[in-house]
């Protein structure tokens, strides 16, 4: 199994690059397949850039974005964390995607898509941070 990848980041858009980085370099030193190492920056990049766009701002905004990813036999788990206001992005229904674009709600299509991408996606709110975990399918 290769080393668990541990990076905090500050909740800027500017910074989800860096983590992209280090998330092709954890998933080359994994082995995992294109399809899977793909899977992993999307759900991934999505947290974060929600933590970054949405969180980052006003009262109790985050103050950092801290993601953790490590293999666990056929699954990898992506914990993505960060300090801000509580929100639970897995509490919003889902979009209704059959729906005309000028009769959807605005927001929840990248959850959605995370959600669609991973084995399991769990929130909790723990010591003061929102936590998100992705299970992912190693092998794609």
């Known amino acids: 199994m290769p080393p668990a990848l541990a990076l905090t980041i500050p909740p800027e858009t500017d910074e989800v690059t ?19 190492a793909h899977r992993l920056a999307v759900v991934v ?8 766009m949405h969180g980052s701002t006003g009262p109790g905004a985050a103050t950092f974005v801290a993601v953790t990813v490590r293999q666990e036999g056929e699954e990898v788990i992506a914990t993505v964390e960060d300090d801000g206001r509580p929100f639970d992005p897995l509490a919003k229904a889902a979009p209704d ?14 959850v959605h898509f995370v959600q669609q991408m991973t084995k399991s996606l769990r929130y909790s709110r723990e010591d003061g941070r929102n936590r998100l975990v992705a ?6």
Do not use: C, H, Q
């Open 45 to 52: 990049e999505e947290l974060a850039a929600n933590v970054a």
């Open 135 to 140: 299970v992912l399918d190693a092998a794609g």
């Open 18 to 36: 860096r983590l992209l980085d280090a998330l092709e370099g954890f998933a080359e030193a994994a082995s995992l397949s294109p399809k899977a």
């Open 97 to 110: 995607t059959e729906a005309a674009l000028e009769d959807r709600d605005v927001g929840g299509l990248g």
